[in-house]
């Protein structure tokens, strides 16, 4: 019966990813295995594929995306309804975080990424770590080392929480 309730208090993760290329997927995958490392239950879905309301069931709420980083066109065909009805819901004291792939040449490097960032703090979201831009892909060392962090940063805002509620 322990077992049941230690597993019970394990946060749980939504990690939402866009990819085009393939790049933004495979981040969302090496960011699982992050926080599986660290103990949680993780679920890596394609954004299209989940709601809104499924995705705020989580603890801890990620989203991977590209940019297309030009003119109006900042935020992914596919992931506007998505981030439309993500404005709609109150997230008042969710852990998130942003991370994505992008081209450093263009005006606005990652624009999806402070895209979906400034729409969850505007709905009262709590920011787990700081949000990641990737050029393409993680491709670095020090790449890997900001993924980990970003899962530990994340994990760790959600254990204060938890800590502050008790």
Known sequence: MKTNLIMDKKPKVSILYASLTGNTEEMAFLLFKEFEKLGARVDVDELEMVSVEEFVQHDICIIAT??????????????????????????????FGVLGSGQQFYDNFCGAVDEFEDRFQKAGAIRGSCSLKFEWDVSTPEDEENLTDFAKNNMAAYSKQNNDRA
């Not at 940019?67 to 439309?84: A, H, K, N, R, V």
């Open 66 to 95: 590209y940019s297309y980083d030009s003119g109006d066109d900042i935020l992914p065909e596919e992931t506007m309804p998505f981030y439309e009805a993500l404005g709609k819901q109150d997230l008042t004291g969710k852990i």
